[in-house]
């Protein structure tokens, strides 16, 4: 399979582009009134006003590119602070494709070619890739351990590889093998079989979309893994009857939508089947009045939006050939894929709860900290920073957060117990499941 992934070469136009304006480091236009703040965790805790600036890391990327500058072990160790989380993308002003996460992620790559990343810490998830396929190192007989409760109750899950159904539950390698977040896919679960939904799972044969990989720059892990699923999705739709693909993990759905299509095969092997977020697939139900909330839920919570479901989606229109203004600027970008009113309305239409928004929402919203491999790699700073996000929730009256990413979800609450909070954090699953007969 032939994949368009881009080299640091192959990026050296807008690499050389960035005019080192600044404007990448905050979130404008936000309010009323209009206001600004901080939006790249690593700017936070390291400062602006070196390397951990975007600007800072396009000039990184010029120095590797005209190698004036050699890989050292801070040079490296900056690198890997960055959670790829978009804001500075979303705030860069530029008239041309914004790419300084792309950007990153090819240094990344380049750096693991190189023999001198990741960081120590995170070199087990390849290894891991290698032995488990996930990179929590676990075992393919525990990946359905959250089934359990389905079966003590009589209500097995299907196995869609043996039982057709056409919808695959894919729920993602943290869902499956992280404790603190294994109740997202029970309450998934949950909600499609009180919907009377027709739908399976993999199991034992489900294997890690990738993300992770490809966020460190284990290009090759990432392929392996890509591959391999995008010809179980194929042999699913064309053989078992598969026509919907649902996650309830930002990762794995930014994942099949943005990165498995860099591979020039893409449409051929999803043809006939649709990727969706499970936030999206249930509010159709609920629009559709197939979901009905018949629980009140006397709450006060706040919603946090994750940067893979939010301004990672973003769909940018890209003057290639130069035809309107000149090749390579952007017309116009789209926020169709992105799901920033989707949850706002559920959580709007669940009685009794009391909804109240953080000041950094939406496409300026500020990350968890724990993304592109930070959480394993600076699991301390992760925790700081996650604990700045969770004191904004806090500001706002809200006894609970909310969100839609498991990722999220475990390092806010890493947060909450830095801060030595009561705040908990939930996924909008549970909320869901609760509300529901």
């Not at 299509?261 to 999206?280: K, M, Q």
């Not at 090749?327 to 009685?351: M, Q, T, W, Y």
């Amino acid at each position: 399979m032939k994949w368009d992934i881009p080299s640091l070469e192959e990026l050296e136009d807008p690499v050389w582009r960035c005019t080192a304006c600044g404007n990448c480091k905050t979130a404008y236009d936000f309010g009323p009134p209009a206001t600004y703040g901080e939006i790249c965790p690593a700017g936070v805790e390291f400062g602006f006003d070196g390397n951990m600036a975007s600007k800072g890391k396009i000039a990184f990327a010029r120095g590797i590119l005209k190698k004036d500058l050699e890989w050292t072990e801070e040079f490296v160790n900056d690198m890997y602070r960055c959670t790829i989380c978009a804001g500075c993308q979303n705030q860069c002003e530029l008239d041309h494709k914004p790419v300084i996460p792309e950007i990153m992620e090819a240094m990344r790559r380049k750096a693991v070619e190189d023999g001198v990343g990741p960081m120590p810490t995170q070199k087990v998830i390849s290894q891991s890739m290698k032995s488990y396929n996930n990179p929590y190192q676990g075992p393919r007989r525990v990946r359905t351990d959250w089934t359990r409760p389905f079966k003590k109750a009589k209500k097995p899950i299907k196995n869609i590889m043996k039982q057709d159904a056409p919808i695959l539950f894919y729920v993602g390698c943290t869902g499956a093998f992280n404790l603190p977040v294994r109740n997202f896919p029970v309450a998934t679960a949950s909600i499609f079989q009180k919907l009377g939904l027709d739908f399976g799972i993999l199991g034992e044969n489900e294997i890690c979309c990738g993300s992770t990989a490809m966020r460190l720059g284990y290009e090759e892990d990432f392929k392996r893994v890509a591959e391999t699923n995008l010809g179980i999705f194929k042999d699913l739709h064309d053989n078992h009857g598969v026509n919907t693909i649902v996650t309830s993990c930002a990762g794995c759905f930014r994942d099949f939508k943005k990165d498995y299509s860099l591979a020039e095969e893409y449409e051929e092997f999803i043809d006939g089947i649709e990727i969706i977020h499970t936030t999206d697939f249930l509010f159709r139900k609920f629009k559709e009045g197939e979901m009905k909330f018949t629980k009140e839920l006397p709450w006060k919570v706040t919603y946090h939006d994750p940067c893979h479901t939010g301004r990672h989606m973003f769909s940018y229109d890209v003057d290639e050939e130069g035809s309107r203004q000149w090749k390579g600027s952007f017309v116009s970008k789209s926020d169709e894929d992105c799901l920033f009113d989707v949850p706002r309305e559920i959580l709007h239409a669940i009685p009794g709860l009391e909804f109240s928004e953080m000041e950094r929402i939406k496409a300026n919203s500020y990350c968890c900290g724990g993304g592109g491999g930070v959480m394993t790699g600076y699991g301390d700073w992760a925790a700081k920073n996650a604990s700045l996000r969770v004191q904004e929730a806090l500001d706002t009256g809200a006894e609970k957060m909310v969100s839609i990413c498991p990722f999220c979800h475990y390092n806010l609450n890493e947060g909450a117990k830095r801060l030595k909070s009561d705040m908990r954090v939930f996924d909008l699953v549970e909320l869901i499941d609760q509300v529901l007969e």
